[in-house]
């Protein structure tokens, strides 16, 4: 009897029915830190007002997990309940991964339907050119 490690596919498929039912304010406080420890910093001033006091939801497909984060004048942080999602981004976390580390641009994981982007277009664009100015916020 031959065993191998399961793919990260398999391991995903087998975490989303346990972490799409788990309270998401833990993660998304994890997922605030990191942007104010990582993005924040970097973030030009212009780009931080177009994106004040929005909400955008940021949804990790692959084991159901789903954010809803929004800047203001302290940094980012989870966003209220009540918050109307201005902007979704979808992928799954290989693809977010491979964002941050500067592997892949947006536009070619969006290109190739790895990254799905709905709702206010300019602002997705904003974030998007900006995160492009910025490079990898994870080497």
């Known amino acids: 009897m031959t065993l191998t490690a399961p793919t990260l596919s398999e391991v995903a498929a087998r975490l989303r029915p346990l972490v799409s039912r788990l309270p998401m304010q833990p993660p998304a406080y994890a997922l605030a830190a990191a942007l104010n420890r990582w ?3 970097r973030l030009p001033a ?3 007002a177009a994106l004040s006091n929005r909400c955008v939801e940021v949804a990790v ?3 159901g997990l789903t954010l809803r984060m929004q800047l203001d004048q302290r940094g980012f942080s989870p966003a209220p309940a ?11 976390g290989p693809d977010y991964w491979r ?9 070619r994981l ?6 799905v982007m709905e ?3 300019e602002m997705g664009l904003v974030l998007k050119n900006t995160l492009d100015a910025i490079g990898p916020l994870w080497k």
């Open 119 to 121: 709702g206010d277009t």
């Open 39 to 41: 993005l924040l910093p």
């Open 99 to 107: 964002l941050l580390r500067g592997r892949d641009d947006a536009d």
């Open 46 to 48: 212009d780009s931080r």
């Open 82 to 92: 009540s918050a109307p999602v201005v902007l979704r981004i979808a992928a799954a």
């Open 61 to 63: 497909t692959d084991i």
């Open 110 to 115: 969006f290109f190739e339907r790895a990254l």
